[in-house]
C-alpha cells in the first residue's frame, strides 16, 4: 500500500497550509471574540462577514470543494471552482482534511464543511439529474446549505431500524411525519434541503424499510422545534437542531435512488464521511499538542519548566506516539476505500471511528491539564476541540456498534 500522496494532492496541501497560515491564522481569534459578541446580540446564526470574505479568496485559489470524489468529479469541479477540475482519492483528500481539523473555521472557508459534503457526495452518487440541477449545483457553489436529518429523539438511533419517522408514497407524492433531533445544518440562514430517512414499509427486511427523500426546508409542515448545544457549545453558524415534519408532502421525485434504498445510500454516505471527520481529528490533537508543549516549555512551577514536571515528557511523547498512529490508521482506511469501496473498508472504517476520537480525546486533555484552568475557557481552543472530539464517539454511530462490527468481522475469519 502506498499513502504518498499524488504531485496534485501534494501541491493542494501545501497551498492549503499556507491559505491557513496567511488568511484564516491571523483572524479566527477575532472571529471567535465577534461571534461571542454576536451570541450576546442573539445574532449569532448570521454568518460574520469575514467568513464570506475568506470564502471568496479561497474559491478565486481553486481550494473549493476539494473533498469531491476522484470519480464524481468532472463537470461539478470544472464548474464549482476545484483546482484542477477534478476530484480527489481517498488518500489524497485525507493529509487536507487533517489541515482543516486545525481550525475551527476552515471546513466552513473551503465548503468542505459536514453535513453539506456528505449531503453533496449523496446527490454525486445517487441523485437524479433534475435532483443534482436544483440542490446540488447550488451547495457546490455555496449558495445554499443542506442538513442531514436522521436521528430521532424517541428512540435508540444506534440502532437506526428502530426509527419511527415515516416517508410514506401517496400517488406521486411522499408524505413526511416525525421527529428529529441532531439535525446538524438548519440553524444556517441559507439552508435550503433536509435529507430526511424515514420508515417507508415495515414488513420488509430491516434493510429494505426506509427511504431517503429530498425535502424543502420550507416546505409545509417543517417546523425547527430548538437548537440544541452541544456541551454548551452551539456550533454556530451550521448548528443542530430538533425539527417536526407534520404532514409535509414532497414530488415523489424527492426520493433518492428509491423508496427502501435509503440504508445503501447511507453506506455509501458514510464511509468517506467518517475519513474526513476522523482525518479532522487528527488535526485538532496536533493543535492540542503544539499548545501543550509552548505552555510546558514557557511556564514555571515549583522552580521548573511544566514540561519537566509529573512525567510530562512522556506524556508529550506518548501524545506523539499515539498521533502517528491514529493518522497511520485513518490512512489505511482510506486507501481500502480507494481500492475496494465501502464494502471492503466496513472494519477498518469502524476502527478510525472508535480509536481516532480516543487518541484526540487523550491528548487534548492532556494540553487541558498543562494549561490549568486556562485550558478550560475559551481562550485555547482545547475546550472545543474536546467537545467536538466527544461528540464524535456517538455521531455517525457510537463506539460500541462500531466495535461489534469490527468483532464480527473479526470472529467470521474464524468460523
Known amino acids: 500500500m502506498d499513502f504518498a500522496p499524488s504531485p496534485r494532492a501534494a501541491d493542494l496541501r501545501e497551498r492549503v497550509a499556507r491559505f491557513l497560515a496567511e488568511e484564516i491564522e ?7 471574540r465577534d461571534l461571542a459578541a454576536a451570541r450576546v446580540a442573539g445574532t449569532q446564526w448570521t454568518p460574520l462577514p469575514v467568513l464570506e470574505e475568506l470564502k471568496a479568496k479561497a474559491r478565486a485559489q481553486g481550494l473549493w470543494n476539494l473533498f469531491l470524489p476522484r470519480e464524481h468529479a468532472g463537470h461539478y469541479a470544472a464548474a464549482h471552482g476545484t483546482d484542477g477540475g477534478e476530484g480527489l482519492s481517498n488518500v489524497d483528500y485525507a493529509p487536507l482534511a487533517e489541515l482543516m481539523g486545525r481550525s ?73 411525519n416525525g421527529r428529529k433531533w441532531w439535525s446538524t445544518g438548519v440553524g444556517h440562514p441559507d439552508c435550503r434541503v433536509l435529507v430526511f430517512m424515514g420508515l417507508t414499509d415495515p414488513d420488509a427486511d430491516r434493510h429494505h424499510r426506509h427511504t431517503m427523500v429530498l425535502v424543502p426546508r420550507d416546505a409545509p409542515g417543517v417546523r425547527v422545534e430548538r437548537m440544541l448545544t452541544t456541551m454548551g457549545y452551539a456550533d454556530e453558524p451550521i448548528g443542530h437542531g430538533e425539527v417536526s415534519f407534520t404532514d409535509v408532502r414532497v414530488p415523489v421525485d424527492n426520493v433518492m435512488v428509491g423508496p427502501g434504498e435509503a440504508f445503501a445510500i447511507a453506506q455509501g454516505r458514510l464511509g468517506p464521511g467518517r475519513i474526513h471527520h476522523c482525518m479532522r481529528l487528527v488535526g485538532a490533537a496536533e493543535v492540542a499538542l503544539e499548545h501543550a508543549i509552548r505552555r510546558g516549555l514557557s511556564r514555571t512551577a515549583f522552580g521548573k519548566p511544566l514540561v519537566d514536571l509529573g512525567g510530562n515528557r512522556e506524556r508529550i511523547a506518548d501524545a506523539r506516539i499515539a498521533i502517528e498512529q491514529a493518522r497511520l490508521l485513518v490512512l489505511h482506511a482510506a486507501w481500502k476505500l480507494d481500492q475496494g469501496g465501502p464494502r471492503s473498508a466496513l472494519s477498518e472504517v469502524s476502527q478510525i471511528k472508535v480509536a481516532v476520537p480516543r487518541t484526540a480525546l487523550a491528548v487534548i486533555d492532556m494540553a487541558i491539564q498543562l494549561h490549568g484552568g486556562a485550558g478550560l475557557s475559551d481562550d485555547f481552543p482545547l475546550a472545543m476541540s474536546w467537545v467536538g472530539s466527544r461528540a464524535l464517539r456517538l455521531a455517525d454511530g457510537p463506539d460500541e456498534v462500531h466495535q461489534g462490527l469490527v468483532a464480527r468481522l473479526e470472529l467470521a475469519k474464524h468460523r
Open 26 to 32: 491571523p483572524v479566527e481569534p477575532a472571529y471567535h
Open 104 to 176: 475551527a473555521i476552515a471546513p466552513l472557508v473551503f465548503n468542505c464543511n459536514a453535513p453539506d459534503t456528505g449531503n453533496m457526495e449523496v446527490l454525486l452518487r445517487y441523485g437524479s439529474q433534475a435532483q443534482r440541477d436544483e440542490w446540488l449545483d447550488p451547495l457546490l457553489a455555496g449558495r445554499i446549505r443542506s442538513a442531514f436529518t436522521m436521528t430521532e429523539p424517541g428512540v435508540a438511533s444506534s440502532d437506526a431500524t428502530t426509527m419511527e419517522a415515516t416517508a410514506v408514497v401517496d400517488g406521486d407524492e411522499v408524505v413526511v
